[in-house]
């Protein structure tokens, strides 16, 4: 089609064409400003809930429909930035987690060594502890670890045991060892939106050890967001920052479909967490990653894929507005 708004509306359409991830070509990293990546990957979990894999493919699914300019920002973010999908992590022995970590490090060493900016969608937890291990120390954040603004309702700094269910480098365990690796300045990174009733009353304490700037969900509703804010900027200012954003943050209402779900309490609804996430704004991103959906229980109108769409779409905004 040669008419620009007729092929923006058809671009828009999740059920035409074939489905990258927000439209984007499908090639390499060489020469993009930010990669688009899948990690099907549902080994680090370990719990039944093993459908994370199928993240990706949802998201793609649906993503097109997120393919938009930012309102707030005043920017069209696939014009600011060459965004390509480099397509998925090839994982060939998918049910070795240890394996697979390595794998994914040996990935995303490539997208590293290209200059581009990974944005990523899971896959569990587990993946940032593969990405970060190609990331920290490296090309992208000239030789720094990187900082973590992490959203989760959960530490993933597992240090009572040194495996869960058989996979040692889980998704319970990368903010311990990528601290120890010297991936990750805990004292420079902020964890925000814990909460739950968790199995240990001395669950927190393993953060507070390696230096994590903590912000319990409790905690953020008693401070309010704009304080919370203030603290990501004092925190992160001039440091290399990998976001990663655990959907089980969000409201259960919000993103049913979702592994380890936190019921017991409200989690953030989608202008909270936004609004997090653009504390970041100019900040130097190094990259980002959206974890945890489970396709298999999303909602019929797939509300879990579109909200992890949505929050996809911040972090590729944030990183082109920081180039415009």
């Not at 653009?278 to 900040?283: E, I, Q």
């Amino acid at each position: 089609m040669s008419d620009p708004y007729q092929t923006s509306i058809m671009e828009n359409l999740y059920w035409w064409g074939i489905p990258t991830l927000f439209r984007c070509p499908n090639q390499g990293p060489e020469g993009a400003d930010i990669a688009l990546v899948g990690v099907p990957h549902s080994t680090g979990n370990g719990t039944t809930e093993r459908d994370q894999h199928l993240g990706p493919r949802a998201l793609r699914n649906v993503s097109s429909v997120a393919r938009r300019v930012h309102a707030e920002f005043q920017l069209d973010p696939w014009a600011a930035a060459r965004v390509v999908d480099v397509g998925d992590v090839p994982l060939p022995r998918a049910n070795d987690n240890e394996a697979c970590i390595e794998d994914i490090t040996a990935f995303y060493k490539t997208i590293d060594a290209a200059g581009a900016r990974p944005v990523s969608v899971g896959g569990d937890h587990s993946i940032t502890g593969g990405i970060v291990q190609a990331l920290g120390g490296g090309k992208i954040t000239g030789g720094a670890p990187v900082c973590f603004l992490h959203l989760d309702a959960h530490t993933d700094v597992f240090t009572k045991v040194d495996h869960f269910l058989g996979a040692r480098k889980s998704a319970a365990h990368w903010g311990a060892y990528l601290a120890d690796q010297g991936k990750v300045d805990p004292t420079h990174s902020m964890q925000i939106g814990l909460r739950g009733h968790a199995r240990t009353l001395d669950w927190l304490q393993p953060s507070y050890d390696y230096g994590y700037n903590v912000v319990t969900m409790k905690e953020f509703r008693q401070r309010g967001l704009a304080d919370v804010v203030a603290q990501i900027r004092e925190v992160l200012a001039g440091r290399p920052v990998y976001i990663t954003f655990d959907l089980d943050c969000l409201d259960p209402t919000i993103a049913p479909g979702v592994s380890n779900i936190e019921a017991g309490e409200k989690g953030f609804d989608i202008d909270e967490a936004v609004g997090l996430l653009r504390a970041v704004r100019g900040m130097n991103i190094v990259g980002g990653d959206v974890v945890c959906m489970m396709p298999t229980k999303d909602a019929p109108n797939q509300i879990t894929a579109l909200t992890a769409a949505a929050v996809m779409f911040e972090m590729i905004a944030l990183i082109a507005d920081q180039k415009r």
